[in-house]
């Protein structure tokens, strides 16, 4: 993990810490940033539409959120900014919101949850991307209030995964603009949870070469990058092990904001929270014996390297005796009168040498 991401980590810990310490001081439904602040100003973004037409405005105001509110059609007010409390409470206020979902709503590290109001639904979770070029993992808190005929978003940044739906709401394409607000506030999940499976995967792909790696050419700076894998699938487990139980209340519930028809999409909801889990399961077991492996394989690489050293000073240790026997400054030595005596020990000495090579070889050693 590099140093500068552990600034950002530490950075964002420090200003939730110094964001929760403030909110304890304050009544219950006391709405308070609590997080890292990713834009200057927030921006909403107003889609109004129905089976037949499509009204789209950016940067709206207090007027056409409540013209949007009162008028026909099904109304989704995107968000993107949630540092900014007293925009939040000034919906919270025009759309009858209670203020302990304002509380919930500024609240970057709140748990994943479903609640349901007499007017409205409110919906918890966490939005998960990974750039392509970039392993790590971008977790940011999404809220969602449903109403009868309107979907509210809330977002940190003005980047999202709900791209798809606003290309489907353009293009009529689908059943999104004849169905419900429910089933908006389903789309919006569902493209939610299909990042899950992006950002699965692909974390799935860098630990498999990340584990050939280990394998063939183990590194130090692997640990680094094992470790890093371990932190992103923690946050994805946090954000993904909660949310199941919201989509199985959800799949449960009898609220009158819930279509009939639409319970067998928020059940597949359910169905595929279930299978990113055990994708997370699996790339965290497979992470777990990671660190095994590569003990194991830098213990093997140090055993190959203290094999051939072993071999090395086998074969040399007959040649260093005899050298060291013919080193000896004795005068009653036979040997040294010979004029072949020289090429006699350098003959003898290679001899040996190659017989050792041949014996370790045929015993398989090297």
Known sequence: MTKARLNREHGKTRQTAKGRSKAHLLSPGTAVFIGERKRSEAEIHLFVYDATTLQEAQDVGQAEWRQARDGPGVAWVNVSGVHDV??????????????????DIANTSQRPKWEEFPDYAFIALKMIECSPGDSHVK???????????????????????????????????????SK????????????????????????????????????????????????HFKRDLLSLRRAIWPLREVLASIS??????LQKE???????????????????????DTLASMHDTFLSSLSNRMNEVMK???????????????????????????????KEGYFL??????????????????????
């Not at 990042?195 to 130090?220: A, C, K, M």
């Not at 449960?252 to 904001?257: G, K, N, Q």
């Open 86 to 103: 007293e925009l939040i409470e000034r919906l919270g206020q025009d759309f009858g919101l209670h203020p302990l979902t304002t509380e």
């Open 139 to 177: 977790v940011e808190h999404v809220s969602l209030i449903l109403g009868s005929h309107y979907v509210i978003s809330f977002l940190e940044d003005a980047g999202d995964v709900f791209e798809s739906v606003r290309q489907r709401l353009r293009r009529g394409a689908g059943r999104i603009r």
């Open 180 to 227: 419900q607000a429910d089933y908006l506030a389903f789309c919006l999940m569902d493209a939610a949870i299909d990042h899950y499976f992006l950002t699965v995967e692909r974390i799935g792909d860098l630990v498999e070469q990340l584990d050939e790696d280990l394998l063939s050419n183990p590194r130090h700076e692997d640990v680094t990058k094992l470790h």
């Open 252 to 257: 449960r519930s009898e609220s009158p904001l």
């Open 262 to 284: 639409n319970q067998l999409y928020w059940r597949d909801l359910y169905d595929h929270s279930v299978q990113v889990i055990d994708m997370v399961e699996t790339a965290r």
């Open 308 to 338: 051939i050293l072993t071999i090395i000073s086998t074969i040399f240790i007959p040649l260093t005796f005899i050298a060291g026997v013919y080193g000896m400054n004795f005068k009653n030595m036979p040997e040294l009168e010979w």
């Open 345 to 366: 020990v350098l003959g003898m000495m290679l001899s040996i040498g190659i017989s050792l090579v041949i014996y370790f070889r045929r015993r398989h050693w090297i």
